[in-house]
């Protein structure tokens, strides 16, 4: 397919904005996602976005950060509010194989971080990460196909919504399960002298794990370069 990228106008990216706490609120704590009926009915850029060619945001690989407009951080986010806003129609209506986490009102972040990482460094991210694995791969169909439980999947459809990996990308739903592993990642790229980062999402529930504090230790001590990005 060829179709350009969708573009949101300003009337639509400014209902975008204003409304990531109502559509936050809206998500029950069991992901039944009935009350968000009205708010997706209103969105009519959601059907172009999904219409339009999936791998729209381009892989870190293929970027000029010089190159860049600024409003392209928008329009990304849009995208990725898209495909959030299509995988909770999609969990409803029973399509998706298991649960699914989104990134609701958090898409902005992965984005402008995604713009000055090299195709290199090494990104691990959590049960809420799916704004970050595209941000990182701008692989949509990859995500969808997971999530659906498909071969052609980002892991062959048996990770699911929490389990994605696609070069140096990698996710985990356990709850500061990552901490560890992205300071070894480090530790690796220290050993071998390579100028590259290890990149580290954690939320707020993954700092009342004891596991975390052990990596920002370590971290400090031993390990090469990992920040990590709450």
Known sequence: MTSEAPQCDAREEETLLATNDTVAASISVDGACRQQST???????????MSARFSSIR????????????????????KIRGAETKLLELFAAG???????????????????????????YVVSNHRGHGHYLSVTGDFEGLFAEVMGRTSGASGGYGGSQHLRKARFYSNGIQGGMTPIAVGLAQALKEESARNLSVCFIGDGTLGEGVVYEAFKLGCKVAGPSPFCH
């Open 39 to 49: 708010f997706l009915a209103g969105m009519k850029w959601l059907d172009r976005a």
């Open 95 to 121: 399509e998706l194989s298991g649960t699914v986490h989104t990134c609701v009102g958090q898409e902005l972040f992965p984005i402008v971080l995604a713009r000055y990482l090299c195709a290199d460094d």
């Open 59 to 78: 892989p870190v690989a293929d970027r000029d950060l010089d190159g860049l407009p600024l409003d392209s951080l928008i329009h990304d986010a849009c």
